[in-house]
């Protein structure tokens, strides 16, 4: 085919999309056309070639007689050859190879200006990333898988609903590479010990050394995971490491073992240095002398805040509460439930979760939360129990974009189930793509037997028998905007709108749970922790619709179910409302009040609420405040420009922003906008 193209003599050379000249050959064209028939069914390659000579003709009578054609000329060319030949198929073939590589094309030109941008500050889409030349190194390989992963990887469809906005794929940057987060079996790592890849780490003898085990444990997972990593019940597993133990500590050094491991979740940096692992400590229901001796140890701890009494970041601490254990006078923990309150009325954690809700209460005291709200409890493959198990990944939906598309509540359902089989696939495509990876690409996690179901496997086996253990998770943001573009008012300030935003989280819910039977996996529901995305839907939907007061008026939508933040109201109002949507989320959800200042001389004002939280059936809630602390002296308070202690500007402001804890300094500009916004409930 090249001799044919050299044989008309009218032009040799095409002008490539970057502006070279470079020799013409036919050889090429003849192959993209090969490769078009060949998708729909075509096997003849002397066909493609008498097209090639087509194509060269109608070039040289579009007057390329002597002028070098560019690229797009040539493949306009082709399309019109192959319709006016009767090839529709191949050249509908033809137009989505020419339109996929575009998109690898312009995904290389983004990923340049990515890396650019990157090289100047790290990107803040995560709070916990920091700003060193390992952050910036590692999000330079997640903007290029994330291309990757865009233009080579995804169908087209989900690709494209993702880039538009309609759905979110969360860490698209590990899409085919691991799974989401892990509630850890700590009892058996410690009592069997385990190996990091570099020796075998043999059972721990004493407090100091399990503590330190258990901090290598979470950074060890989190190097194999996207996600948090969890204990769901630390105080019981290291109260029976310490029974095992020859001598058993005593209470100061239990203390010491405690603060050492907080130290260490606060310094030991993960993901090739670049950040601290997200780690969570489930506790406060062991009712054991050493689980209450654990539990206690690590609320002192906390308390006492790291060198200079500063609060710390990580663990994040979920104190379980439960009748007849310690909610009330005469429970066996009362009094840890008692100290709780008071840390959590200066640190802002702990978090707490609800083992009496109506949809907790069948599991006893099993169901353990993360951080990021994660709850992994129900399972169609074996044990219903958290260890061992966590999210596989999640996809969230833009509500706000279903109702301003539909406007009209009907439109809406029909919509909505559209996208929400569109998630689902999506999801599942992830699933196929991740049961590909053996155990050992993943050496702690899966070769260490860490997740249920894998410690039978070997090393050359797929993980897929194991991963089905966990969840796939449709998850949602910005309920009170797709209800305000619907009604006209969110569900924080209408009854009528709280109904409709009750049906629509209860219809996603039941096709959540259709999904599961249809497919045979967990298939749940969960309440979007949004950070990078609050701001990243709102600012595509104000390119398409304007800004829509009550709807895209501002820089972030709410997250998941919430109440706007900038919506004035009882906190024991917004409480109730919120805690009707935590049963339709089994996945993961959290409720937060939000207070002016920090409670410290009134922890029985934060009782209130937790107890009130108890009583509207809420799975996971926790408290916010601002937290400013001096870097030069200590001194915590709210603090403006200048600490009123020493005068120094070095302030350190902790608030909470998914789930977490964070400074803000680290957080992004939707969040910002966010936090700038929140005003705070009253009694």
């Known amino acids: 085919m090249e001799k044919e193209g050299k044989k008309t003599g009218k032009f040799a050379e095409i002008r490539k999309r970057d502006g070279r000249v470079v020799p013409y050959d036919g050889e090429k064209i003849t192959e993209a056309i ?63 190879y020419r339109a996929r590589r575009t998109r690898i094309r312009e995904g290389k030109s983004e990923l340049m200006d990515a890396v650019k941008d990157i090289l100047v500050e790290t990107s803040r889409e995560n709070a916990n990333i920091s700003n060193s030349p390992s952050a910036k190194m590692l999000q330079i390989a997640m903007a290029a898988s994330k291309k990757y992963y865009l233009t080579n990887l995804l169908p087209d469809e989900y690709a494209q609903a993702h880039l538009r906005g309609d759905f979110h794929i969360h860490d698209l940057d590990y899409y085919g590479k691991t799974l989401n987060c892990l509630q850890i079996d700590l009892t058996r790592l410690l009592l069997e010990g385990f190996n990091t890849g570099y020796g075998f780490i043999r059972p721990p003898k004493r407090v100091s050394s399990a503590a330190a085990q258990a901090a290598i444990i979470l950074q060890s997972n989190q190097n194999d995971m996207f996600g948090g990593q969890s204990f769901p019940h630390f105080d019981r597993s290291l109260g029976e490491v310490l029974q095992n133990m020859a001598r058993e500590p005593e209470e100061d050094q239990v ?36 689980g209450r001796m654990v539990t206690r140890a690590v609320l002192q701890a906390f308390n006492r805040g790291l060198g200079r009494g500063e609060s710390p970041i990580f663990p994040n601490l979920v104190f379980r509460v439960q009748e007849g254990v310690n909610l009330k006078s005469g429970d066996p923990n009362h009094d840890l439930f008692q100290e709780a309150l008071q840390v959590a009325s200066r640190r802002l954690n702990p978090t707490f979760s609800f083992m009496d809700s109506s949809f907790n209460e069948p599991y006893g005291d099993e169901v353990s939360y993360m951080g990021c709200r994660t709850r992994t409890i129900g399972n169609r493959h074996g044990e219903e129990i958290s260890a061992g198990r966590g999210n596989i990944a999640p996809v969230s939906l833009n509500l706000p974009r279903v109702a301003l598309k539909a406007r009209a509540e009907n439109l809406f359902f029909v919509e909505l189930d559209r996208l929400l089989r569109q998630g689902v696939n999506q999801l599942l495509h992830r699933f196929e793509v991740l049961s590909n990876l053996k155990v050992r690409d993943l050496p702690f996690l899966m070769g260490q037997g860490l997740y249920m179901g894998s410690g039978a496997l070997k090393p050359e086996d797929s993980i897929r028998d194991a991963m089905k253990h966990g969840t796939l998770a449709l998850g949602f943001i910005g309920l ?188 992004n500009a939707a969040k910002m906008a966010e936090l700038k916004s929140r005003r705070p409930h009253w009694f």
């Open 34 to 96: 090969y490769m078009a028939a060949r998708a729909v069914g075509g096997r003849d390659r002397s066909l493609a070639e008498n097209l090639t000579l087509q194509v060269e003709e109608y070039l040289l009578k579009q007057g390329f007689n002597g002028v070098v054609p560019a690229v797009e000329d040539v493949q306009d060319a082709v399309e019109k050859v192959l319709i006016e030949n009767g090839h529709a198929r191949t050249a509908k073939a033809f137009i989505l």
């Open 255 to 290: 203390f010491q073992a405690m603060e050492g491991l907080i130290y260490n979740l606060n310094s030991m940096h993960s993901r090739a240095g670049a950040q601290v692992t997200f780690s969570s400590l489930n506790l406060g229901t062991d009712t054991s002398p050493q």
């Open 480 to 667: 009170a905007e797709a209800l305000m573009a619907l009604t006209g008012r969110h569900h924080g300030e209408d009854s009528g709108a709280l109904d409709l935003g009750l049906k629509i989280v209860e219809h996603m819910r039941k096709r959540a749970d259709q999904f599961s039977g249809e497919y045979d996996l967990n298939i749940v529901l969960y309440g979007t922790p949004a950070e990078g995305l609050s701001g990243r839907f709102i600012s595509q939907d104000q390119e398409i619709f304007g800004r829509i007061p009550g709807v895209t008026d501002k820089d972030f939508y709410t997250n998941s179910f919430h109440v706007p933040v900038n919506y004035a109201m009882p906190l024991f109002e917004k409480i109730a409302i919120e805690g009707k949507f935590h049963r339709l989320c089994n996945a993961g959800h959290i409720s937060y009040v939000e207070l002016p200042s920090p409670p410290l001389k009134n922890p029985e004002a934060v009782e209130k609420i937790i107890r009130h939280m108890a009583a509207s059936d809420v799975g996971y809630g926790g408290i916010n405040y601002p937290v400013d602390e001096c870097c030069t002296c200590g001194h915590s308070g709210i603090l403006e420009e200048a600490c009123p202690g020493c005068g120094g500007r070095d302030i350190r402001q902790i608030r909470r922003i998914t789930g977490y804890l964070s400074t803000v300094d680290r957080f």
